[in-house]
């Protein structure tokens, strides 16, 4: 529908008629939410050029806001409440598009002039509350809250902005209570159940929250939130079947939904139905053949089960099509290396160089590549990169400090940078084991050997722990 520009001098008559024919032309939108901001009568005492003059420019303001010309919207409802400064929906007008531009302070000035003008209205001190929350004074946000409810004890919105509001602050057993009143009042309304049924998740009260989820699907049994719902905590609790059963449900009702095929590939793989996973992200890319992380999900099965050739392939057609993402070229890249095909593997990482803008992870690959390479220098050169970029990058330090000891060089160094992956990560069995690696090559038996039975407590079936163990065991022998 076109935009019907207005000329500048509206007549008193049309401009009243644009303020009074239905809050639909001046609606505020907050957070989904509608309020009408219909004005309650104008002082007719004063003379009416003024009057005129006034709802011109706010009827231009309104024009300006409907094409989001919000500096603009901004300028005339100023210049109207310079002329006409006691309309209380003038002044939450122009609050409203204060918030648009992130002018907040100016915007609760504007909400304060306007529930002073008319404390019957609640909606100033709404959007006061949602002003107070965006800048995380929920405290303040609460009491505007609570005022609502103590004043409109059965608003649906205001009672359910406050329970979302003690969400933030992690008080879910109060917003649980609420919810429950809630529905209490409402037992038809699935979207009470469902958002209840998300803070049950939260607190841990599983059986609570699929007991909510399945009310909301006796309601309405076409509702897919709600089967994504109960897919998702079927998840967490790794009763995978269950979770695949969900989510086929939500997706026979959406069939073109693309994130249901995401969460049914992960669901699979996580089963062990690597198979299965591979079919959805093979029908999510004809639904979508610029879905990069169905690719990146479906190339890294192929990539854990030591497929090389098949995730090269893969990744082959991501690149294609025309997807330009790092991760990818990293991917592809890794998968060359595993074949022996350095040349190949060191062009897509420095393709990946351009695109990336965590460029330390590409230095940290290409460093893993010249290692294979066995050009130690060069791969210590882009470890030290890799952690010049990124000082807390724990695997660059081990892989690091792993490569003096193997080579038994710079073992003090070693030691020094295995011990700053650890503390980034001080359970890693394979940094411990690294610890323990480069205390032995110091000769530093007896310390290298607690070491390592510390790794293997944190990595029972890791065979290189294993192997370097007997070693030091020998040795004591010996």
Excluded at 427 to 454: H, P, V
Aim: charged letters at 30%; aromatic letters at 12%; glycine letters at 6%.
């Amino acid at each position: 529908m076109r935009k019907i520009l207005l000329p500048l001098a509206v007549s008193i008559a049309a401009a009243a008629f644009v303020i009074t024919s239905a809050c639909a032309i001046i609606d505020i939108s907050a957070r989904g939410r509608i309020f009408g901001a219909c004005y309650k009568g104008i002082d007719n005492t004063r003379p009416s050029s003024v009057l005129s003059k006034s709802l011109a420019h706010y009827t231009m303001g309104i024009i300006y806001d409907n094409d989001e010309k919000f500096d603009e919207a901004i300028r005339e409802y100023r210049y109207a409440l310079s002329l006409e400064p006691d309309i209380s929906y003038m002044h939450t007008r122009l609050a409203v598009d204060y918030m648009h531009t992130n002018k907040n302070q100016a915007a609760l000035v504007e909400l304060k002039t306007a529930g002073s003008l008319d404390p019957d209205d609640l909606k100033p001190k709404f959007l006061t509350a949602l002003v107070l929350t965006s800048e995380g004074r929920f405290d303040d946000a609460r009491r505007e809250y609570s005022d609502i409810v103590r004043r409109e004890p059965e608003s649906i919105w205001a009672l359910s902005s406050l329970a979302d509001l003690l969400v933030m602050q992690k008080k879910m057993s109060e917003a649980a209570a609420i919810y429950e009143r809630l529905i209490a009042k409402n037992k038809d309304s699935t979207a009470l159940y469902f958002n209840l049924a998300v803070i049950y998740s939260r607190m841990g009260k599983t059986g609570a929250a699929i007991e909510r989820l399945k009310s909301a699907l006796r309601i309405d049994p076409d509702y897919v939130e709600a089967y994504i719902g109960l897919g998702a905590i079927y998840e967490a609790k790794k009763d995978y079947n269950e979770a695949i059963g969900y989510f086929n449900k939500a997706l026979e009702r959406e069939p073109i939904n693309a994130p249901l095929y995401h969460y049914l590939g992960f669901v699979y793989t996580k089963a062990g139905k690597t198979d299965e996973a591979i079919r959805q992200y093979g029908l999510l890319v004809k639904l979508n053949p610029k879905d990069t992380l169905a690719y990146a999900q479906w190339a890294d099965i192929y990539l854990k089960e030591k497929k090389y050739n098949e995730a090269v392939s893969i990744l082959g057609k991501a690149i294609q099509a025309g997807i330009k993402d790092p991760d990818l070229y990293i991917a592809i890249g890794y998968a060359n290396s595993e074949l022996g095909n350095y040349d190949e593997a060191l062009n897509f990482y420095n393709t990946a160089l351009g695109l990336s803008r965590y460029k330390a992870a590409v230095y940290f690959y290409r460093g893993a590549l010249y290692e294979k390479m066995k050009n130690a220098a060069a791969a210590a050169k882009e470890f030290r990169e890799a952690i010049r970029l990124d000082p807390d990058f724990a695997e660059a330090y081990n892989y690091l400090g792993y490569i003096f000891a193997e080579s038994g060089e710079n073992l003090d160094e070693a030691v020094t940078l295995i011990k700053k992956a650890l503390e980034v990560d001080p359970k890693n069995g394979a940094y411990i084991d690294s610890l323990g690696w480069a205390y032995f090559k110091k000769g530093m038996t007896e310390e290298a050997y607690k070491e390592l039975q510390r790794a293997i407590k944190a990595e029972p079936d890791d065979p290189e722990i294993k192997s370097h163990i007997e070693t030091v065991r020998k040795k004591i022998k010996r």
